[in-house]
């Protein structure tokens, strides 16, 4: 009787520490940011300026009481490092990466003001820019003696990032046997259909993986559930391992099934502006702010 039989070898590469580093650089423009509507803060709270960079990324302020450029000035910013471990777990908690109330300025608003909150030792900065969060009690999540959806989910994501940990990703395959069936009359010995499962930090990048024999006997191929050959499948999408019954031998056959894919595991940097002083020109001279960002997104 003849066994056909074969072993997983699984691979998942690390796009984090692979390819996906983040810039050196970037250029901040004056005219790509903007306050967010007034409807997405407390009343009488300032507006937060809506930050992202030429290219499209949002990124966030940790230093409110320093400036940021206006009209039709440009800053140039420079990678410092990765931020503190507590302020990654608000970005990755928090806008863009996962959405909060569904509206983005809200959602960019909650986000800024979890940062500061923390950054200042878990209370609300005292600066006239925060004009509006006296009413605000973060101890009952109360805004002016009412209870307030908007606190809530800063002090939700706050305690998030208190509580957060990282969760290595893994790759497994969902297979219940390794055994192929069918007969010498077949064509082919097949396996039961075989999908490819990612767990942890950064499942949500992997949209493919790939899958490899090793020293299969000549001829075996692999297919999706339709027959279609190929080495490349959607997640969520299975493949069957097919091994041609005439090239294999009396007793037992055991071979190889390589699976790999690729996970970006996203992390959140400091960057300086360069030069620092910046002068607004009709106004004030002073430093510009240090942003934090999140690569990749």
Request: hydrophobic residues 35%; negative net charge.
């Amino acid at each position: 009787m003849k066994k056909i039989f074969f072993t997983f070898l699984v691979s998942l590469v690390f796009a984090s520490t692979v390819w996906a580093a983040p810039p050196d650089n970037f250029v901040i423009s004056a005219k790509d940011l903007y306050s967010t509507p007034t409807e997405s803060v407390f009343p009488t709270t300032s507006p937060t300026r809506f930050k992202q960079n030429t290219d499209g990324k949002v990124v966030y302020c940790i230093e409110y009481n320093r400036l940021m450029v206006h009209d039709e000035d440009t800053a140039n910013y420079v990678y410092k490092g990765a931020a503190d471990p507590i302020y990654n777990a608000v970005l990755l908690n928090g806008y863009p990466y996962k959405s909060i109330t569904g509206k983005t300025y809200t959602d960019y608003f909650i986000t800024a003001t979890a940062i500061w909150y923390i950054k200042e030792g878990y209370k609300m900065p005292t600066d006239p820019i925060f004009e509006g969060f006296e009413k605000a009690d973060f101890e009952t999540r109360t805004y002016d003696g009412k209870p307030n959806e908007l606190l809530d989910k800063i002090l939700q994501l706050v305690d998030t990032a208190k509580n957060y940990q990282t969760v290595t990703p893994t790759l497994t395959a969902s297979i219940n046997s390794t055994k192929l069936k069918g007969s010498s009359t077949d064509e082919y010995y097949v396996s039961e259909p075989i999908k490819a499962v990612v767990k942890g930090d950064g499942k949500d990048s992997v949209k493919t993986y790939m899958v490899e024999l090793v020293d299969a006997p000549e001829g075996t191929i692999l297919t999706d559930v339709n027959g279609n050959e190929k080495t490349e499948f959607s997640i969520g999408e299975k493949f069957l391992v097919k091994v041609p019954t005439k090239n294999v031998s009396v007793g037992s056959t055991e071979f190889g099934v390589e699976i790999s894919t690729v996970a970006e595991i996203p992390k959140s940097y400091v960057y300086d502006p360069e030069p620092r002083s910046y002068t607004w020109v009709g106004h004030k001279t002073g430093d510009l702010q240090t942003i934090i960002a999140v690569y990749p997104d």
